[in-house]
């Protein structure tokens, strides 16, 4: 992706075929780390990842966009560039306030660049069901977030864990585990909310 934010090769020719039929990727590189920086000097620097995807968006059902947990112009990016929002929030002691800075942040990007940004919801991950701040944490967002948090639950595995570095998903890496069985019902979800 950096390849083509940095203008140097159009988003065409970086996106690239996966091992699972009708799923494309368009990959980051370590080169994207400086990305942030270079966009800071662009004219609608905001808009960047939305004008490269706008170019393939018809090629596609959906366009899935992870972001690293920051609010940097990349993460602004992603907003911008995004029609839902589905956020993850880890079951761990920053995550309440980590939340309400991106619900803010959200707030803004509605009210001044993008007014029909929507949440599809927030999932619940790395729960440790052993500990209890886990247990506090998912209290705490569904008290504060009903109608946001999905009931899908995603564990804190060791097979979660190990399945990036064997370049494998989760469903690949250990179809039965609790973690794939979490994604799934997450899946299940997020269709009944889109009606599909």
């Given at each position: 992706?950096?390849?083509?934010l940095?203008?140097?090769k159009?988003?065409?020719?970086?996106?690239?075929?996966?091992?699972?039929?009708?799923l494309?990727?368009?990959?980051?590189?370590?080169?994207l780390?400086?990305?942030?920086?270079?966009?800071?000097?662009?004219?609608?620097?905001?808009?960047?990842?939305?004008?490269?995807?706008?170019?393939?968006?018809?090629a596609?059902?959906?366009?899935?966009?992870?972001?690293?947990?920051?609010?940097?112009?990349?993460?602004?990016?992603?907003?911008?560039?995004?029609?839902?929002?589905?956020?993850?929030v880890?079951?761990?002691?920053?995550a309440?306030?980590?939340?309400?800075?991106?619900?803010?942040?959200?707030?803004?990007?509605?009210?001044?660049?993008?007014?029909?940004?929507?949440?599809l919801?927030?999932?619940?991950?790395?729960?440790d069901?052993?500990?209890?701040?886990?247990?506090?944490?998912?209290?705490?967002?569904?008290k504060?977030?009903?109608?946001t948090i999905?009931?899908?639950?995603?564990?804190?595995?060791v097979?979660?864990?190990?399945?990036?570095?064997?370049?494998?998903?989760?469903?690949?890496?250990?179809?039965?585990?609790?973690?794939?069985?979490?994604?799934?019902r997450?899946?299940?979800?997020?269709?009944?909310?889109?009606?599909?």
């Amino acid at each position: 992706v950096y390849e083509a934010l940095a203008k140097q090769k159009r988003v065409h020719d970086v996106i690239q075929n996966t091992s699972h039929e009708g799923l494309r990727i368009l990959p980051a590189t370590t080169n994207l780390a400086g990305a942030n920086i270079e966009l800071v000097d662009m004219d609608r620097r905001e808009f960047q990842l939305s004008d490269l995807l706008g170019e393939v968006t018809h090629a596609y059902d959906y366009i899935i966009i992870d972001c690293p947990p920051s609010l940097g112009l990349l993460t602004i990016n992603s907003l911008v560039a995004a029609n839902e929002l589905l956020i993850p929030v880890q079951a761990e002691y920053y995550a309440l306030e980590g939340l309400g800075q991106l619900l803010k942040t959200i707030h803004l990007i509605r009210e001044h660049i993008k007014p029909n940004l929507e949440i599809l919801g927030a999932v619940i991950t790395m729960f440790d069901k052993r500990t209890k701040l886990s247990g506090d944490i998912m209290d705490q967002l569904y008290k504060y977030f009903p109608d946001t948090i999905f009931r899908s639950v995603i564990p804190r595995t060791v097979r979660l864990a190990e399945a990036p570095s064997f370049g494998q998903t989760i469903l690949q890496y250990d179809p039965k585990g609790k973690g794939s069985r979490a994604y799934e019902r997450l899946a299940r979800e997020i269709l009944e909310k889109h009606q599909i």
